[in-house]
């Protein structure tokens, strides 16, 4: 079921969502590990953060051979990276959301990190970008506020696809 609240009070801040993903997916049959990273570096943080967000929530998208995820912080003041997000197992069909607290605080220049794996071990076919469940997705969601918009910072290969 689905519990609605109703509130006349509305809160300080609406909250946002940061898209991080890797399109150009090009996974072989037949290999356990394959790793694909999408990267949102400082220069496109910086393009699309005016000031610092504050994450509460993060949760990964691929498929049915996603096999592990993980997203990671870098910090542009201690220059230290940190796990945002890490499922060892990741399931397609069970979705988890990590919750931040304390909330994360990402600022303008900071680097987020996506990291995809696969297990196309059971499969002879190479597998490649898709909405299909037979194809693969590697996304991050970051729920953050206050709401800048929604934010996309993502690549295909190696180039930046910096956008709202």
């Known amino acids: 079921g689905i519990r609605i609240h109703y509130t006349p009070?509305?809160?300080?801040?609406?909250?946002?969502?940061?898209?991080?993903?890797?399109?150009?997916?090009?996974?072989?049959?037949?290999?356990?590990?394959?790793?694909?990273?999408?990267?949102c570096g400082s220069t496109c943080s910086g393009q699309l953060l005016q000031n610092p967000i504050n994450v509460t929530a993060s949760i990964s998208h691929m498929h049915l051979i996603g096999a592990q995820t993980?997203?990671?912080?870098?910090?542009?003041?201690?220059?230290?990276?940190?796990?945002?997000?890490?499922?060892?197992?990741?399931?397609?069909?069970?979705?988890?959301?990590?919750f931040h607290e304390p909330h994360l605080q990402v600022k303008p220049k900071d680097?987020?990190?996506?990291?995809?794996?696969?297990?196309?071990?059971?499969?002879?076919?190479?597998?490649?970008?898709?909405?299909?469940?037979?194809?693969?997705?590697?996304?991050?969601?970051?729920?953050?506020?206050?709401k800048a918009g929604d934010i996309h910072c993502e690549q295909y290969g190696s180039n930046d696809l910096c956008f709202r």
Do not use: K
């Open 111 to 146: 680097q987020l990190q996506l990291v995809c794996t696969y297990d196309s071990t059971n499969r002879v076919a190479n597998t490649s970008y898709g909405e299909a469940t037979g194809d693969e997705m590697c996304f991050g969601f970051l729920q953050y506020y206050p």
């Open 9 to 39: 009070r509305l809160r300080q801040y609406d909250m946002g969502i940061m898209w991080l993903g890797q399109q150009n997916i090009h996974i072989p049959g037949g290999v356990r590990n394959t790793t694909l990273t999408g990267n």
């Open 70 to 98: 993980r997203i990671r912080h870098t910090s542009s003041d201690d220059n230290i990276t940190r796990d945002v997000l890490f499922e060892e197992v990741y399931d397609y069909d069970s979705p988890r959301w990590t």
